[in-house]
């Protein structure tokens, strides 16, 4: 199977080590082909790096379509532009929150996202609102290092472990959701400074449970429900004939 | 004070009926500019088209601030790109579903919203679960007509009477929303229908509830919290300088 | 318009502060005419006041559409007879309490209202509940001062901005609803005491919303549903014939 | 042990019937005391109606402490008072309404409330929010009947076996409580009426489970917390020494 | 009447204990009858552990209805077998954690359960997601002392003592449930313990409230609806054969 | 990777097609390995049929992890024995009603199952309420069929699609769940029917979709948080013993 993976900003250099982190965790078989944004923003911290980002989002997805991928799977931890294209295309489209949210409610009682900025922990609450099950969300969590500096793998690793133990001690989480998929080849780290401190709960990596939620759609045929997400009716729309080609 | 009122779609004819619209319930001492957008789609019925329209949406919020406008109405009960606009600016930002939403949670237990088409039922249904108060939405019902067959107005108060009686007889609704903006000058009408049917309740006209509640905020210096709708980050953006000037 | 302000104790030097506090925030064009109470209490600290004022409360009710008045405002954050009253007159009657808390659910995700006693935290939990949005209450908190010692001003500033900051902190709030109507002109104060510390976050006082809001649902001839709200039957009631003339 | 039942309303027929059926169902060694109004309404069909018995409910309350019963029955679904005088005693204050909820909420899933008029849906539903298991309540349901009609016993039965039914069929519901205190000595004919149509539910008597559960809670040395339901603190209160004495 | 209490495990020395419990609160006229089990475990602090005993549960509770007891009461907190239980038989079945969280969601608006292990958290949240009332669990805490070890009463007191403050404290409970029907005889002390902390607050011994509640079902001849609990459908079935007689 | 599918009923004829069933949706590489239960009933219609089968599935349950195998389903819509089964071992258990409510949750808005008999339309509401996401069941529906009768194909079908519809136009789901595990090889057909009559919605196989999820949680070396579901403690147990080997 063809999965279209869009790396959701203008930052090129995510483009490779997001291939690397999908193939990682895709069944062999599966082509995973990535792709980053002409216009747009360089990383989504806020519901207005989303909103500039979402019109080539839109524009890759329905690309996608056309060119018989199978499913797409939207590489950001805000689900941008999720509903939007979930109305324009059959094919399934994933986002890494959701997925993430669905898994861990089947996994724990309770589960806390530690993401990036403050910035976002609207977004991600939101995110658990509309997925139904936020009486389950334990908690939203920062670590505090903006999207462009999360690189700096230790500081990472540091602040993962402190505000995931204060998940999983006082606000009583069991078990924790990396907030963001540039927070790649952290997870299992993760779990393991958890399991030495005692605390023997799953970490989800987003962009492994989205890449392995996408093949189940997939091979099951499986797709959003067109009654939830209706084809968007026809009219005059002329945003994306103003924006030069390359 | 001065209100930036956004027709956030590209169909210019709406602007007058609007400022029309607007004009009547504003205090005679309010500014009423109304903008339309350079970008986007005709009208708004899909999470779509709220996308595309998003980017023109929010330069235009930018430039409401810097030209010091008090406040911001965004014309449209998806309401597109609010909470991006209120990240962005520190003057009120409103939005008639909310503001809608709200009202009829006060006036009533149950209120159901009656809108264009089906495509939008479960955008108003999110709205209502973001506001809070999904508990008191007795339904969406839809009068299957477009946005842009609004004008259309006897087939639209047949259909808004139709179903206005089945939201308040099946669904046990006590108050009426009017679920797009498009829907000028029929409140009073719908009111009276309903009126003489024998139902005694409140049918809310969208512009006008937040036109005056965004009054009332400006007049009590309120604004959103920026501790609910932080400013977003610096960083590289280029969605703007891609798309041409006028 | 007409607006009948009632000061639901029988404390009368409420009556000239709270008549300059509401004409503050009024549209200048608005008549607002204070009453209080002949029977009743000396101020509201548990359900226990609120029945005992909450005859004299619907006399005044009855009596104000009677004289034509456009709107009546009790002005109490328990919104002590307020739903009686709906019952009882066509004309809009608001609360306090409930406007407070629906300003608060559209400017953020989570707010707190501080309370004078814990007396009365249960009252304003059970008014969030039946408004419907008890899910964005981060919490109510007491600052331990009764009413008829809010005058101390610079105590009740202290406290304020103590149990402001806690329920931003700990609790999560992003926004403040003072929650006693007799904690007049403290509202500014305690916004720029915010400010002052890093918390960019609306100060809700409880008056001026409740008067904003009501010229508003009067300006755009809105009132409480009478489906939701309906007339009580005639019968037979002989409290207000036993109670003695002045 | 000793009851004191309050017929809260000033109809004195309701005295004698009220407690033959409190009889019926306490236990033989319960003292059953009956008191009616000296001041409000003749029966109870509204908010209103509620406020303005509220008063002498709370004397009567007072007075049954200091007189030295064991605990108090205020015999209306509305619960009118019912916090209020939790507040001002420590002997355990009970309300058929809020009790009869408890008790469907334990024998079925969903559970529908058949009361007299559409005026106190609105009351029932919030009684049902503030006993916190609304999702559990399937439909509130109306006979169309006033309280002061109720003894034409036929035309209740033939009203209650079809709303019954309705709220069984239509709106899912498992159990049945009979929703006024006056609907007296029909719910084992209503019960039998199901059973004969092939419905094995519960029809709850609020009268008869409230008497029970009050007589529980007294032989338990259980009562309301007094850190939810606070003592109301001193103060000048004139109303009750405005009422003239009998 | 007559009582079928079954302790549901195979400790047989709490056999005694548990009948001078219940008969302590139960009436004079009330049988009862305590019965432990051939086949299970020696306690119960987990799910495993309840289906293990579920077996010998459902022996007993159908035994019990053809003997012609009036009630059955499951005496553990897990409420082990207890919807299966309601399926099979007509005379009701109540259990303790049920009739607990229903007393205590009457007497307060916030409750918490202090309970033995870690391990049975998850559980007693289960049963007050099902029982309706989750918003008013405040939490669920434990005393880390094993089922086999509550007999050492003073360390149990401590320990129940400290963290009933904490939930009154910390978690805002304002009435406290005993989490194992194990903690005999001390509802009492923990009472006085609390009051003298300056605590008014219910203390609820689900033992003792699950017999007077099953009392009162029994004498208003009320029972599960069998529309919730519905009769299984005949089939084979061979689990009871396989298990040896004594 | 190998997978313990447990078929949770003594119907031995049900192994074989559901290895057909478990091995068409399974990975190639997946080795699916199907038992049945020596203990407990022939199929699973009711609470009583669930428990009376735990003890069965449990020791299954712990023999696979001896074993071995990578991860364990258990093949019944009613999750029987699921949690204490999580309790029991590391490895990943899944059930195929949590998990269709999960995918559910993901696809649509609102979603329906349509189940066997009336009799466990509770257990699939509450299991839906333990999920997390019962604000989007949008109903349980029942084809009134029992397990056994279910390979008379065309009455089966028959009844699903009028159930489904009835969910898709009545109760506005957007997405079906079939609610039996033996409801096999229909669902292609279901999806298909529905599409002819203009309902393009995802129809939700449930042993598919546990066998997917399984394999994507045990490919990412994802399982139960421990801190959800606590080992049990040590302690004496003697139902296995008293069970007969064969």
Redesign the interface.
Known sequence: MRVKTIVPV?TERFIEPTKQEAER?A?KRTEIDVEAL??????I????????????I?RIVQEAESNEFDGIFIDCMGDP?L??SR??VKIPV?GPA??SI??A??????FSIVTI???VL?VE??LA????????LASVRSVDI?V?ELEERKKLMNALVEESVKA?EEDNA??IILGCTGMMEVAKDLQDSLTERG????V??PV??AI??L???I??N?????????H??E??????E???GE
């Open positions: 203008t965790y069944s002409n216009y747009g923003t360089a990383s911290e806020s519901a207005y790096d989303e909103l500039l980002c979402a019109p080539d839109l532009a509903d939007a109305e324009l994933v959701r997925t669905l898994f409610a089947d996994l724990a009682e309770k900025l403050e910035n609207r609450r939101n609102k509309l997925a139904g099950v936020s009486d389950k903006p462009l999983l069991q078990a605390f023997e709960v799953p989800i990596n492994a449970v392995k939620h093949e189940s759609l091979s099951l499986l797709s959003q429900s067109k009654r939830a997400y209706m968007p009716p009219k005059e729309r002329n945003l994306f103003k924006l030069p």
